[in-house]
């Protein structure tokens, strides 16, 4: 017997909110600007330094099997392990880098 499939629900509040920055403000208002910053980013994520970048820190991060930390970047180039939410919270509040 097959099992049933059920239909997933779709998460209503997806895509509903805006930041309460003001770039993300203009951005939500300007679909131009959106579409352009969106190919600039897409550009920009796909070069081969950022790739490298990105990999090098997914390695760590499994190889380490530490719950709840990811492991970034610091100001003088080292590779540190640092809890998840401040790591995926950097440029927020004050619009400053807290990067270790």
Sequence with gaps: M?????????NSKAGKSTGKSKSAKYFAKSPEARRKKNEYNTEYHS??????????LNKKT??????GKDYSHGKDGSIRP???SKNRARNGKNKRSTKR
Excluded: C, H, M, N
């Design 62 to 67: 499994r190889s380490k099997k530490l719950k």
């Design 82 to 84: 640092e809890s998840r």
């Design 2 to 10: 097959a099992t049933k499939k059920v239909p997933q629900r779709k």
């Design 47 to 56: 070069t081969p330094e950022r790739k490298k970048y990105r990999s090098k």
